[in-house]
Nanobody
């Protein structure tokens, strides 16, 4: 079993920065990859960043060059660093874990609001 808890969301001005955290616990050895999604009101859920067990990363075009996904193995935590934030980045951000069994486990999300 794997449990995820997001934190770090808040209200920032356009052009500002924020760092989101996803703390993992449980059977973390079963995690194959970690993802960050976002879901804005009136829009479809969007996959914004992925980091594999080997450390390779992928980003959505909408956040390329502005967001960075990373991990701290000692703390069992995955981060999403957000810079040069835009109002359209406003959304609830979720982390998820792709397990080697094929299951995907989700956190409850953290809200990021970017004011113009």
């Amino acid at each position: 079993q794997v449990h995820l808890v997001e934190s770090g969301g808040g209200l920032v001005q356009a052009g500002g920065s924020l760092r989101l955290s996803c703390a993992t616990s449980g059977n973390i050895e079963s995690i194959n990859a970690m993802n960050w999604y976002r879901h804005a009101p009136g829009k479809q859920r969007e996959l914004v960043a992925v980091i594999s067990s080997g450390g390779s990363t992928k980003y959505a075009e909408s956040v390329q060059g502005r967001f960075t996904i990373s991990r701290d193995n000692a703390e069992n935590t995955v981060y999403l660093q957000l810079i040069s934030l835009k109002p359209e980045d406003t959304a609830v951000y979720y982390c998820s874990a792709d397990l080697r069994s094929g299951l995907e486990v989700w956190g409850l999300g953290t809200l990021v609001t970017v004011s113009s």
